[in-house]
Protein backbone atom coordinates (compact mmCIF):
# COMPACT_ATOMS: atom_id res chain seq x y z
CA UNK A 1 0.00 0.00 0.00
CA UNK A 2 2.78 2.02 1.11
CA UNK A 3 4.58 1.92 -2.07
CA UNK A 4 1.11 2.48 -4.55
CA UNK A 5 1.12 5.39 -2.42
CA UNK A 6 4.44 6.68 -3.38
CA UNK A 7 4.14 5.78 -7.17
CA UNK A 8 0.73 7.64 -7.15
CA UNK A 9 3.31 10.78 -5.38
CA UNK A 10 5.95 10.51 -8.29
CA UNK A 11 3.42 10.56 -11.02
CA UNK A 12 1.60 13.49 -9.42
CA UNK A 13 4.90 15.15 -9.65
CA UNK A 14 5.39 14.02 -13.21
CA UNK A 15 1.79 15.60 -13.82
CA UNK A 16 2.79 18.88 -12.21
CA UNK A 17 4.65 19.76 -15.05
CA UNK A 18 1.78 20.09 -16.73
CA UNK A 19 -0.55 22.16 -14.82
CA UNK A 20 1.25 24.25 -12.01
CA UNK A 21 2.21 27.37 -13.12
CA UNK A 22 4.84 27.71 -15.77
CA UNK A 23 6.66 30.45 -13.67
CA UNK A 24 6.81 28.68 -10.09
CA UNK A 25 7.74 25.11 -12.07
CA UNK A 26 10.78 27.24 -13.49
CA UNK A 27 11.89 28.45 -10.65
CA UNK A 28 11.12 25.10 -8.92
CA UNK A 29 13.42 23.10 -11.67
CA UNK A 30 15.65 25.64 -12.70
CA UNK A 31 17.10 27.03 -8.91
CA UNK A 32 18.39 23.57 -8.01
CA UNK A 33 19.98 23.28 -11.33
CA UNK A 34 21.22 26.89 -10.72
CA UNK A 35 22.79 25.94 -7.20
CA UNK A 36 23.97 23.17 -8.37
CA UNK A 37 25.90 24.48 -11.40
CA UNK A 38 26.94 27.32 -9.29
CA UNK A 39 28.65 24.79 -7.22
CA UNK A 40 30.19 22.85 -10.41
CA UNK A 41 31.50 26.37 -11.26
CA UNK A 42 33.09 27.28 -8.07
CA UNK A 43 34.93 23.96 -8.28
CA UNK A 44 36.43 24.77 -10.92
CA UNK A 45 37.65 27.91 -10.21
CA UNK A 46 39.02 26.76 -6.80
CA UNK A 47 40.32 23.43 -9.18
CA UNK A 48 42.62 25.83 -11.26
CA UNK A 49 43.64 28.58 -7.97
CA UNK A 50 44.97 25.65 -6.93
CA UNK A 51 47.05 24.35 -9.66
CA UNK A 52 48.02 27.92 -10.59
CA UNK A 53 49.16 28.82 -7.23
CA UNK A 54 50.81 25.40 -5.83
CA UNK A 55 51.58 24.29 -9.16
CA UNK A 56 52.79 27.09 -11.28
CA UNK A 57 51.39 29.17 -14.97
CA UNK A 58 52.72 25.40 -16.97
CA UNK A 59 50.02 23.24 -15.05
CA UNK A 60 47.67 25.99 -16.18
CA UNK A 61 48.30 25.77 -19.41
CA UNK A 62 48.80 22.14 -19.50
CA UNK A 63 45.38 22.22 -18.14
CA UNK A 64 44.35 24.13 -20.66
CA UNK A 65 45.69 20.99 -23.51
CA UNK A 66 43.07 19.11 -21.52
CA UNK A 67 39.84 20.87 -22.50
CA UNK A 68 39.36 19.27 -25.80
CA UNK A 69 39.49 15.83 -24.31
CA UNK A 70 36.82 17.06 -21.50
CA UNK A 71 35.06 18.60 -23.91
CA UNK A 72 34.79 15.12 -26.07
CA UNK A 73 34.02 13.08 -23.17
CA UNK A 74 31.35 15.34 -22.64
CA UNK A 75 30.25 14.89 -26.28
CA UNK A 76 29.52 11.18 -25.50
CA UNK A 77 27.89 11.84 -21.96
CA UNK A 78 25.54 14.52 -23.86
CA UNK A 79 24.47 12.20 -26.25
CA UNK A 80 22.71 9.92 -24.10
CA UNK A 81 22.29 12.29 -20.78
CA UNK A 82 20.23 15.10 -22.87
CA UNK A 83 19.21 12.65 -25.37
CA UNK A 84 17.32 10.04 -22.32
CA UNK A 85 16.44 12.61 -20.49
CA UNK A 86 14.52 14.87 -23.34
CA UNK A 87 12.92 11.04 -24.27
CA UNK A 88 11.67 10.50 -21.14
CA UNK A 89 10.24 14.12 -20.35
CA UNK A 90 8.10 13.70 -23.44
CA UNK A 91 7.01 10.36 -22.75
CA UNK A 92 6.22 11.17 -18.82
CA UNK A 93 4.28 14.04 -20.71
CA UNK A 94 2.10 10.92 -22.84
CA UNK A 95 1.36 9.23 -19.74
CA UNK A 96 3.89 6.44 -21.43
CA UNK A 97 5.75 5.09 -18.07
CA UNK A 98 6.64 1.95 -19.62
CA UNK A 99 8.61 3.67 -22.43
CA UNK A 100 10.16 5.80 -19.73
CA UNK A 101 11.04 2.93 -17.61
CA UNK A 102 13.18 1.35 -20.37
CA UNK A 103 14.90 4.80 -21.59
CA UNK A 104 16.19 4.90 -18.14
CA UNK A 105 17.95 1.15 -18.47
CA UNK A 106 19.01 1.63 -21.99
CA UNK A 107 20.88 5.20 -20.72
CA UNK A 108 22.51 2.78 -18.14
CA UNK A 109 23.56 0.30 -20.79
CA UNK A 110 24.85 3.15 -23.62
CA UNK A 111 27.09 4.74 -21.12
CA UNK A 112 28.17 1.89 -20.03
CA UNK A 113 29.43 0.56 -23.19
CA UNK A 114 30.52 4.36 -24.29
CA UNK A 115 32.43 5.60 -21.56
CA UNK A 116 34.35 1.85 -21.33
CA UNK A 117 35.42 2.35 -25.23
CA UNK A 118 35.95 6.19 -24.92
CA UNK A 119 38.33 5.36 -21.93
CA UNK A 120 40.32 2.32 -23.70
CA UNK A 121 41.04 4.13 -27.08
CA UNK A 122 41.90 7.37 -25.69
CA UNK A 123 44.33 5.88 -23.32
CA UNK A 124 45.83 3.78 -25.86
CA UNK A 125 46.73 6.63 -28.07
CA UNK A 126 47.04 9.51 -25.06
CA UNK A 127 50.49 11.36 -26.41
CA UNK A 128 49.31 11.70 -29.84
CA UNK A 129 46.32 12.67 -29.37
CA UNK A 130 47.72 15.75 -26.60
CA UNK A 131 50.38 16.75 -28.74
CA UNK A 132 47.92 17.04 -31.67
CA UNK A 133 45.49 19.50 -28.76
CA UNK A 134 48.30 21.71 -28.66
CA UNK A 135 50.34 20.28 -26.11
CA UNK A 136 54.35 21.45 -25.52
CA UNK A 137 57.56 19.30 -24.14
CA UNK A 138 56.85 21.82 -21.39
CA UNK A 139 52.98 21.37 -21.13
CA UNK A 140 52.59 17.43 -22.48
CA UNK A 141 53.94 16.00 -19.10
CA UNK A 142 50.96 18.28 -16.73
CA UNK A 143 48.07 17.21 -19.25
CA UNK A 144 49.08 13.72 -19.41
CA UNK A 145 49.44 13.05 -15.62
CA UNK A 146 45.71 14.94 -15.45
CA UNK A 147 43.90 12.94 -18.28
CA UNK A 148 45.24 9.41 -17.29
CA UNK A 149 43.16 9.67 -14.37
CA UNK A 150 40.50 11.55 -15.84
CA UNK A 151 40.17 8.76 -18.17
CA UNK A 152 40.26 5.69 -15.92
CA UNK A 153 37.31 7.15 -14.22
CA UNK A 154 35.26 8.05 -17.59
CA UNK A 155 33.13 5.69 -17.13
CA UNK A 156 31.89 6.88 -13.99
CA UNK A 157 31.59 10.68 -15.01
CA UNK A 158 29.26 9.14 -17.65
CA UNK A 159 27.69 7.53 -15.38
CA UNK A 160 26.98 10.15 -13.03
CA UNK A 161 25.91 12.91 -15.36
CA UNK A 162 23.71 10.75 -17.62
CA UNK A 163 21.53 9.60 -14.42
CA UNK A 164 21.32 13.13 -13.29
CA UNK A 165 19.67 13.71 -16.28
CA UNK A 166 17.45 11.52 -15.90
CA UNK A 167 16.61 12.52 -12.64
CA UNK A 168 15.78 15.84 -13.53
CA UNK A 169 13.34 14.37 -16.24
CA UNK A 170 12.13 12.50 -13.26
CA UNK A 171 10.79 15.44 -11.46
CA UNK A 172 13.33 14.90 -9.23
CA UNK A 173 15.51 18.13 -9.44
CA UNK A 174 16.15 18.58 -5.61
CA UNK A 175 17.98 15.06 -5.73
CA UNK A 176 19.88 15.87 -8.83
CA UNK A 177 21.21 19.11 -6.83
CA UNK A 178 22.15 17.32 -4.19
CA UNK A 179 23.84 14.94 -6.28
CA UNK A 180 26.22 17.57 -7.79
CA UNK A 181 26.50 19.76 -3.99
CA UNK A 182 27.39 16.78 -2.37
CA UNK A 183 29.97 15.83 -5.86
CA UNK A 184 31.35 20.02 -5.41
CA UNK A 185 31.75 19.83 -1.41
CA UNK A 186 33.22 16.43 -1.83
CA UNK A 187 35.76 17.70 -4.63
CA UNK A 188 36.54 20.50 -2.59
CA UNK A 189 37.71 18.55 0.32
CA UNK A 190 39.71 15.95 -1.59
CA UNK A 191 41.47 19.35 -4.25
CA UNK A 192 42.45 20.87 -0.62
CA UNK A 193 43.88 17.27 0.98
CA UNK A 194 45.31 16.06 -2.58
CA UNK A 195 47.16 19.27 -3.55
CA UNK A 196 47.57 21.77 -0.82
CA UNK A 197 48.25 18.98 1.76
CA UNK A 198 49.91 15.90 0.01
CA UNK A 199 50.98 17.91 -2.97
CA UNK A 200 50.53 15.05 -5.66
CA UNK A 201 50.13 18.19 -8.12
CA UNK A 202 47.63 18.01 -11.26
CA UNK A 203 47.21 14.20 -10.95
CA UNK A 204 45.77 15.02 -6.96
CA UNK A 205 42.95 17.49 -8.84
CA UNK A 206 42.38 14.38 -11.40
CA UNK A 207 41.54 11.90 -8.55
CA UNK A 208 39.33 14.10 -6.22
CA UNK A 209 37.38 14.65 -9.46
CA UNK A 210 36.33 11.13 -10.01
CA UNK A 211 36.92 10.23 -6.10
CA UNK A 212 33.74 12.13 -5.55
CA UNK A 213 31.60 11.35 -9.20
CA UNK A 214 31.82 7.67 -7.97
CA UNK A 215 30.61 8.39 -4.57
CA UNK A 216 27.91 10.63 -5.87
CA UNK A 217 27.13 8.27 -8.46
CA UNK A 218 26.72 5.09 -5.78
CA UNK A 219 24.08 7.15 -4.43
CA UNK A 220 22.40 7.54 -7.40
CA UNK A 221 22.09 3.96 -8.46
CA UNK A 222 20.83 3.45 -4.74
CA UNK A 223 17.87 6.45 -5.33
CA UNK A 224 17.41 4.16 -8.57
CA UNK A 225 17.47 0.71 -7.12
CA UNK A 226 13.86 1.60 -4.96
CA UNK A 227 11.44 -0.06 -6.52
CA UNK A 228 8.58 2.64 -5.01
CA UNK A 229 10.25 5.35 -7.11
CA UNK A 230 8.46 5.97 -10.75
CA UNK A 231 12.01 5.06 -12.81
CA UNK A 232 13.60 2.39 -11.01
CA UNK A 233 15.68 -0.75 -12.16
CA UNK A 234 14.36 -3.84 -12.67
CA UNK A 235 14.88 -7.09 -14.48
CA UNK A 236 14.94 -6.51 -18.30
CA UNK A 237 15.05 -3.27 -19.09
CA UNK A 238 19.20 -3.13 -19.38
CA UNK A 239 18.67 -4.63 -22.60
CA UNK A 240 19.57 -2.20 -25.71
CA UNK A 241 16.10 -2.04 -28.08
CA UNK A 242 16.60 -0.32 -31.38
CA UNK A 243 13.89 1.72 -31.43
CA UNK A 244 14.83 3.45 -27.91
CA UNK A 245 18.63 3.89 -28.65
CA UNK A 246 17.65 5.63 -32.31
CA UNK A 247 15.12 8.03 -30.34
CA UNK A 248 18.02 8.66 -27.54
CA UNK A 249 20.74 9.47 -30.16
CA UNK A 250 18.00 11.28 -32.97
CA UNK A 251 18.05 13.90 -29.97
CA UNK A 252 21.18 13.27 -28.36
CA UNK A 253 23.41 14.04 -31.57
CA UNK A 254 22.51 17.61 -31.36
CA UNK A 255 24.72 17.75 -27.66
CA UNK A 256 27.12 15.59 -29.19
CA UNK A 257 27.76 17.81 -32.32
CA UNK A 258 27.84 20.63 -30.20
CA UNK A 259 30.57 19.32 -27.42
CA UNK A 260 32.65 17.53 -30.38
CA UNK A 261 32.74 21.08 -32.38
CA UNK A 262 33.92 22.41 -28.68
CA UNK A 263 36.66 20.06 -29.06
CA UNK A 264 37.75 20.90 -32.39
CA UNK A 265 37.42 24.73 -32.05
CA UNK A 266 39.85 24.47 -28.26
CA UNK A 267 42.02 22.38 -30.28
CA UNK A 268 42.62 25.20 -33.25
CA UNK A 269 42.25 27.75 -30.88
CA UNK A 270 45.19 26.01 -28.52
CA UNK A 271 47.07 25.91 -31.78
CA UNK A 272 46.50 29.32 -32.60
CA UNK A 273 47.27 31.11 -29.33
CA UNK A 274 50.55 28.84 -29.23
CA UNK A 275 51.30 30.16 -33.03
CA UNK A 276 51.03 33.75 -32.18
CA UNK A 277 51.46 34.01 -28.24
CA UNK A 278 53.16 30.60 -27.02
CA UNK A 279 51.96 28.40 -23.64
CA UNK A 280 51.56 31.70 -22.06
CA UNK A 281 48.59 32.77 -24.23
CA UNK A 282 47.32 28.97 -23.60
CA UNK A 283 47.27 29.84 -20.53
CA UNK A 284 45.76 32.78 -20.53
CA UNK A 285 42.83 31.20 -22.44
CA UNK A 286 42.00 28.73 -20.08
CA UNK A 287 41.78 31.21 -17.43
CA UNK A 288 39.46 32.91 -19.30
CA UNK A 289 37.71 29.68 -20.43
CA UNK A 290 36.95 29.27 -16.74
CA UNK A 291 35.74 32.67 -16.41
CA UNK A 292 33.39 32.32 -18.99
CA UNK A 293 32.46 28.76 -18.00
CA UNK A 294 31.75 30.15 -14.17
CA UNK A 295 29.16 32.42 -15.61
CA UNK A 296 27.61 30.27 -19.01
CA UNK A 297 26.65 27.60 -15.65
CA UNK A 298 24.16 29.50 -14.29
CA UNK A 299 22.90 29.59 -17.97
CA UNK A 300 23.25 26.02 -18.31
CA UNK A 301 21.04 25.40 -15.01
CA UNK A 302 18.34 27.27 -16.32
CA UNK A 303 18.37 25.47 -19.36
CA UNK A 304 18.35 21.85 -17.60
CA UNK A 305 15.26 23.38 -15.66
CA UNK A 306 13.57 24.30 -18.65
CA UNK A 307 14.35 21.14 -20.40
CA UNK A 308 11.34 18.86 -18.34
CA UNK A 309 8.99 21.36 -18.50
CA UNK A 310 8.83 22.22 -22.54
CA UNK A 311 9.54 18.11 -23.19
CA UNK A 312 6.44 17.53 -21.05
CA UNK A 313 4.45 20.39 -22.34
CA UNK A 314 5.50 19.89 -25.81
CA UNK A 315 4.21 15.94 -25.26
CA UNK A 316 0.85 17.13 -23.85
CA UNK A 317 0.31 19.53 -26.64
CA UNK A 318 0.58 22.77 -24.40
CA UNK A 319 2.19 24.86 -26.54
CA UNK A 320 1.13 27.63 -24.69
CA UNK A 321 2.70 26.88 -21.21
CA UNK A 322 5.88 25.61 -23.58
CA UNK A 323 5.97 29.20 -24.78
CA UNK A 324 5.82 30.91 -21.54
CA UNK A 325 8.77 28.60 -20.20
CA UNK A 326 10.83 29.81 -22.92
CA UNK A 327 10.52 33.30 -22.45
CA UNK A 328 10.98 32.87 -19.06
CA UNK A 329 14.22 31.33 -19.39
CA UNK A 330 15.57 33.71 -22.17
CA UNK A 331 15.05 36.22 -19.62
CA UNK A 332 16.59 34.72 -16.60
CA UNK A 333 19.68 33.51 -18.94
CA UNK A 334 20.19 37.18 -20.47
CA UNK A 335 19.96 38.96 -17.33
CA UNK A 336 22.79 36.69 -15.75
CA UNK A 337 25.18 37.18 -18.33
CA UNK A 338 24.87 40.75 -18.32
CA UNK A 339 26.31 40.58 -14.29
CA UNK A 340 29.29 38.33 -15.87
CA UNK A 341 29.56 41.10 -18.46
CA UNK A 342 29.89 43.74 -15.97
CA UNK A 343 32.02 41.75 -13.72
CA UNK A 344 34.69 41.04 -16.44
CA UNK A 345 34.63 44.54 -17.94
CA UNK A 346 35.50 45.99 -14.59
CA UNK A 347 37.71 43.92 -12.43
CA UNK A 348 39.49 41.30 -15.87
CA UNK A 349 42.76 41.93 -13.74
CA UNK A 350 41.08 41.17 -10.31
CA UNK A 351 39.66 37.90 -11.61
CA UNK A 352 42.96 36.66 -12.98
CA UNK A 353 44.56 37.16 -10.08
CA UNK A 354 42.47 34.75 -8.87
CA UNK A 355 44.15 31.61 -10.68
CA UNK A 356 47.65 33.29 -10.69
CA UNK A 357 50.34 35.48 -9.18
CA UNK A 358 52.91 35.40 -12.38
CA UNK A 359 52.47 39.31 -13.81
CA UNK A 360 52.46 37.88 -17.52
CA UNK A 361 50.32 35.88 -17.31
CA UNK A 362 47.75 37.86 -15.26
CA UNK A 363 48.09 40.83 -18.16
CA UNK A 364 47.04 38.50 -20.84
CA UNK A 365 44.27 36.66 -19.04
CA UNK A 366 43.05 40.32 -18.07
CA UNK A 367 43.11 41.11 -21.76
CA UNK A 368 42.03 38.17 -22.70
CA UNK A 369 39.21 38.07 -20.40
CA UNK A 370 37.82 41.64 -21.53
CA UNK A 371 37.75 40.65 -25.19
CA UNK A 372 35.98 37.20 -25.06
CA UNK A 373 33.02 38.53 -22.47
CA UNK A 374 32.64 41.50 -25.26
CA UNK A 375 29.12 41.19 -25.74
CA UNK A 376 28.72 37.91 -23.49
CA UNK A 377 25.52 39.30 -22.51
CA UNK A 378 23.86 37.57 -26.46
CA UNK A 379 24.84 34.06 -25.72
CA UNK A 380 22.39 33.02 -23.22
CA UNK A 381 19.70 33.95 -25.53
CA UNK A 382 21.15 31.71 -28.13
CA UNK A 383 21.84 28.79 -25.85
CA UNK A 384 18.53 28.86 -23.96
CA UNK A 385 16.98 29.00 -27.71
CA UNK A 386 19.44 25.88 -28.66
CA UNK A 387 18.52 23.83 -25.30
CA UNK A 388 14.65 24.62 -26.40
CA UNK A 389 15.02 22.76 -30.02
CA UNK A 390 16.37 20.21 -28.22
CA UNK A 391 13.73 19.60 -25.38
CA UNK A 392 11.31 19.18 -28.47
CA UNK A 393 12.62 16.63 -30.52
CA UNK A 394 13.81 19.08 -33.30
CA UNK A 395 17.09 17.95 -33.92
CA UNK A 396 18.25 19.14 -37.50
CA UNK A 397 17.07 23.13 -35.79
CA UNK A 398 19.10 22.32 -32.79
CA UNK A 399 22.25 20.93 -34.72
CA UNK A 400 22.11 24.02 -36.97
CA UNK A 401 22.18 26.36 -33.59
CA UNK A 402 25.04 24.18 -32.18
CA UNK A 403 27.29 24.30 -35.24
CA UNK A 404 26.38 28.37 -35.92
CA UNK A 405 28.78 29.74 -33.61
CA UNK A 406 31.76 27.61 -33.50
CA UNK A 407 32.13 25.44 -36.57
CA UNK A 408 30.24 28.02 -39.19
CA UNK A 409 31.79 31.18 -37.46
CA UNK A 410 34.46 30.90 -34.86
CA UNK A 411 36.40 28.55 -36.95
CA UNK A 412 37.24 30.59 -40.16
CA UNK A 413 37.31 34.29 -37.65
CA UNK A 414 40.04 32.67 -35.83
CA UNK A 415 41.82 31.63 -38.65
CA UNK A 416 41.34 34.79 -40.79
CA UNK A 417 41.41 37.67 -37.84
CA UNK A 418 44.75 37.06 -36.56
CA UNK A 419 46.29 37.40 -40.37
CA UNK A 420 44.87 41.36 -39.57
CA UNK A 421 45.43 41.54 -35.88
CA UNK A 422 47.78 39.03 -34.76
CA UNK A 423 47.03 37.78 -30.90
CA UNK A 424 44.39 40.20 -30.31
CA UNK A 425 42.42 38.50 -33.71
CA UNK A 426 42.55 34.74 -31.97
CA UNK A 427 40.76 36.87 -29.28
CA UNK A 428 38.31 39.03 -31.53
CA UNK A 429 36.87 35.93 -33.04
CA UNK A 430 35.29 34.35 -30.15
CA UNK A 431 32.76 37.58 -29.89
CA UNK A 432 32.35 38.41 -33.30
CA UNK A 433 30.98 34.66 -33.55
CA UNK A 434 28.57 35.02 -30.69
CA UNK A 435 26.70 37.62 -32.06
CA UNK A 436 26.51 36.29 -35.34
CA UNK A 437 24.98 33.22 -33.89
CA UNK A 438 22.87 35.33 -31.94
CA UNK A 439 21.42 36.83 -35.12
CA UNK A 440 20.96 33.67 -36.67
CA UNK A 441 18.77 32.20 -33.79
CA UNK A 442 16.39 34.87 -33.29
CA UNK A 443 14.62 34.64 -36.83
CA UNK A 444 14.68 30.99 -36.18
CA UNK A 445 13.03 31.11 -33.59
CA UNK A 446 10.19 33.66 -34.57
CA UNK A 447 9.53 30.68 -37.57
CA UNK A 448 8.67 28.52 -35.11
CA UNK A 449 6.73 30.59 -32.89
CA UNK A 450 4.66 31.08 -35.45
CA UNK A 451 4.15 27.50 -35.97
CA UNK A 452 3.10 26.62 -32.53
CA UNK A 453 0.73 29.38 -32.47
CA UNK A 454 -0.86 28.67 -35.26
CA UNK A 455 -1.54 25.11 -34.24
CA UNK A 456 -3.25 26.40 -31.09
CA UNK A 457 -5.02 28.62 -32.79
CA UNK A 458 -6.65 25.65 -34.39
CA UNK A 459 -6.84 23.26 -31.63
CA UNK A 460 -8.89 26.18 -30.34
CA UNK A 461 -11.82 26.38 -32.78
CA UNK A 462 -11.99 22.33 -33.07
Given at each position: MESNNKMSDNKQAALALGTKPVGQLLWQYALPAIVAMTASSLYNIIDRAMIGQIVGPEAIAGLGITFPFMNLSAAF??????????????????KDYKVAQNLLGNTVTLNLIIGFLFMAISLVFL????????????????AREFMIVILLGNMV????????????????????MYSVLFTVAMNIVLVLTFVWWF????RGAALATVTSQTLAMCWQLRLFSNKKELLH???GMFKLKADLVKNIVAIG???????????????FMNNQFVHYGGDMAVGAYSIANSVVMMFFMFVMGVCQGMQPIVGYNYGAEKYDRMLRCLF???????????????????????IARIFTTDETLINLSARGIKLDMLVFFVVGSQAVITHFFQSIGKVKVSIFLSLSRQLFLLLPMAFVFPMFWDLDGVWYSMPASDFGSFAMTIPMLMWYMKKFKSVDVKSEEL
Open positions: GAAVGVGSSASISVKLGQDPILRFFGASDVTLPYTHMYFGLNAVLRAAGKPKLARWGIFKRVSPFLMNATSCVIVIMAIGCATAILLVGWGLSMLFPRQ
